[in-house]
């Protein structure tokens, strides 16, 4: 039996190499090549503006800090480093609401209630990448808002007071404000086409001269 020769080894050594090494460069230059990207979010939201409300006694609308917030991005890439975006990001905060009061035989009866303030926030962004893992971003901003206030009345014949709940939405009365978002992202690949990450994006209404809202997400990202 004949022994492989030191050149035949060598060049099937060096053929195998130049395989991996082409491949490995074909798994890093396709993510650059796809230009659409879709993007999940849902995190935390803290908003500065609608946790400011003070309740009184006979006017209930404040509610936490702390709350959540999700939705979708679509996003274009332009050029090496930059791409546009079309974002919607959902924030809920709530507070719940314990109105005591004493029935006609002296027992203490809660009324309990759960109000919510909650924005729609449509963006229209740029986004940088200063590293393959770190990118900003700015754009502008619309935003809705549906929130509730909750109005204590006199007790009924059992001693309970009657409630009444008024909702101010873009039904019926149009609560829409024009702003500004930055933030910025951290992110790293999963596989080929995912990427996992956490954005952190602060909402800024240039309309009332208001910070808004700050939103700090974990993000899931497709390459298409």
């Given at each position: 039996?004949?022994?492989?020769?030191?050149?035949?080894?060598?060049?099937s050594?060096?053929?195998?190499?130049?395989?991996?090494?082409?491949?490995?460069?074909?798994?890093?230059?396709?993510?650059?090549?796809?230009?659409?990207?879709?993007?999940?979010?849902?995190?935390?939201?803290?908003?500065?503006?609608?946790?400011s409300?003070?309740?009184?006694?006979?006017?209930?609308?404040?509610?936490?800090?702390?709350?959540?917030?999700?939705?979708?991005?679509?996003?274009?890439?332009?050029?090496?480093?930059?791409?546009?975006?079309?974002?919607?990001?959902?924030?809920?905060?709530?507070?719940?609401?314990?109105?005591?009061?004493?029935?006609?035989?002296?027992?203490?009866?809660?009324?309990?209630?759960?109000?919510?303030?909650?924005?729609?926030?449509?963006?229209?962004?740029?986004?940088?990448?200063?590293?393959?893992?770190?990118?900003?971003?700015?754009g502008?901003?619309?935003?809705?808002?549906?929130?509730?206030?909750?109005?204590?009345?006199p007790?009924?014949?059992?001693?309970?007071?009657?409630?009444?709940?008024?909702?101010?939405?873009?039904?019926?009365?149009?609560?829409?404000?024009?702003?500004?978002?930055?933030?910025?992202?951290?992110?790293?690949?999963?596989?080929?086409?995912?990427?996992?990450?956490?954005?952190?994006?602060?909402?800024?209404?240039?309309?009332?001269?208001?910070?808004?809202?700050l939103?700090?997400?974990?993000?899931?990202?497709?390459?298409?």
């Open positions: 039996m004949r022994k492989p020769s030191t050149t035949n080894t060598f060049f050594t060096a053929t195998l190499a130049l395989l991996s090494w082409g491949q490995a460069a074909q798994a890093q230059e396709a993510p650059t090549t796809r230009r659409f990207a879709v993007q999940v979010h849902y995190g935390a939201a803290g908003n500065f503006f609608a946790s409300f003070k309740d009184t006694p006979y006017e209930l609308q404040h509610v936490n800090f702390l709350g959540t917030a999700g939705g979708a991005e679509v996003s274009y890439r332009v050029g090496r480093a930059g791409a546009v975006a079309l974002a919607y990001t959902r924030s809920v905060n709530m507070d719940e609401k314990h109105i005591a009061y004493l029935t006609n035989w002296g027992a203490t009866r809660y009324v309990d209630f759960r109000l919510r303030y909650v924005n729609n926030a449509f963006q229209a962004i740029y986004e940088r990448a200063l590293t393959p893992d770190f990118k900003v971003h700015a502008l901003l619309y935003i809705t808002t549906a929130s509730q206030t909750l109005y204590p009345g007790p009924n014949s059992y001693g309970a007071p009657y409630t009444t709940i008024d909702e101010i939405n873009m039904g019926n009365s149009y609560p829409e404000e024009g702003g500004v978002v930055a933030g910025l992202e951290y992110s790293r690949p999963i596989d080929t086409r995912l990427r996992l990450g956490i954005k952190a994006r602060g909402y800024y209404l240039t309309s009332g001269r208001t910070f808004e809202m939103t700090l997400t974990p993000t899931l990202s497709y390459s298409l």
